[in-house]
């Protein structure tokens, strides 16, 4: 068994929820900050069973968006007027984390 941890961007979430439920899957949602993911995040927690990992991925992949954001500022060790100047940045839609579930109980 697994134990996927994904964190998703707020502006895919509701997709991807909508889809991984549609196909059978059960989540856990938690309200999130950090700085995996730039504009909010949600992280998503999800059982699964060995054998289901690849397609989980292929909903999540199917789901979320990755963009190109253009950044003002983006932080170098290089001074200079260049990083004045706004750059394209890509924002991906999802990270997700796989671990290794030794013993699973409901109560």
Known sequence: ???????VSN???????SAISA?????????TSGQFLEGGHTTILMGIDDNKL???????????TKRVVRKVGV?????GSLLKKPVNVDEY????????????KKF
């Open 1 to 7: 068994m697994k134990l996927v941890v994904a964190i």
């Open 11 to 17: 502006k895919d979430v509701a997709k991807l929820i």
């Open 23 to 31: 196909d059978g899957y059960f989540a856990t949602k938690i309200s």
């Open 54 to 64: 690849e397609n989980l991925f292929s909903i999540i992949e199917k789901n979320v």
């Open 75 to 79: 932080e170098s060790t290089i001074e």
């Open 93 to 104: 839609g999802a990270v997700a984390f796989v671990v290794n579930v030794e013993e699973f």
